[in-house]
């Protein structure tokens, strides 16, 4: 299911404007730095997908180049 089709208290651009940060998982964070999802996966999907496949966002943030790939 597309973002866009979440009801709008539980959009991740838009909980982190009405109600901070601090209310984001990590996967709603990277989310809104990826953008956007792929045909079939939202954004938030991806990210989870991502932390869970590198261990946390750290180890995501300090991957090399050829790991992301």
Known sequence: ?????????ERPREKLLNLGVHTLSDAELLAILF???TKGHSA?????KAINE???VQALL???KQQLI
């Open 44 to 48: 938030v999907e991806l990210a989870r």
């Open 1 to 9: 299911m597309k973002i866009q089709d979440w009801p709008l208290n």
């Open 54 to 56: 590198f261990g946390s």
């Open 62 to 64: 300090f991957a090399s």
């Open 35 to 37: 953008n956007t999802g």
